[in-house]
């Protein structure tokens, strides 16, 4: 079984950054897609960003275009997501995703981290 371990959550001023890293253990995985979701206090879980297995850029939700950046070490397994310029709405609990087909819908996840909080907040 594939685990995920989310690090680097904290609290952070609006405008300052922060690095969240996620890492893969477990039997040795093939191709797939890795990801990020965050989900917000009384909202649904929403797509951040992630990477396909083929990919060399990012693919972004809008509402982090320009200010998160994503970057992943297939070797290792491992993604990161560097938040810049973070605003409040970026408060959530963030989570690491793996799909081993190409995809980035929640509903094909195969394995789910179990999330770190991000807070943004004076």
């Known amino acids: 079984q594939v685990r995920l371990e989310e690090s680097g959550g904290g609290l952070v001023q609006p405008g300052g950054s922060l690095r969240l890293s996620c890492a893969a253990s477990g039997p040795p995985f093939s191709t797939n897609t890795m990801s990020w979701y965050r989900q917000a206090p009384g909202k649904e879980r929403e797509f951040v960003g992630g990477?396909?297995?083929?990919?060399?850029?990012?693919v972004y939700a809008d509402s982090v275009k320009g200010r998160f950046i994503i970057s992943r070490d297939r070797a290792k397994n491992t993604i990161t997501l560097q938040m810049n310029s973070l605003k409040p709405e970026d408060t959530a609990v963030y989570f690491c995703a793996m799909s081993r087909k190409p995809t980035m819908s929640p509903i094909e996840v195969d394995y789910w981290g179990q999330g770190t909080q991000v807070t943004v907040s004076s």
């Open positions: 990477m396909y297995w083929t990919g060399i850029n990012g």
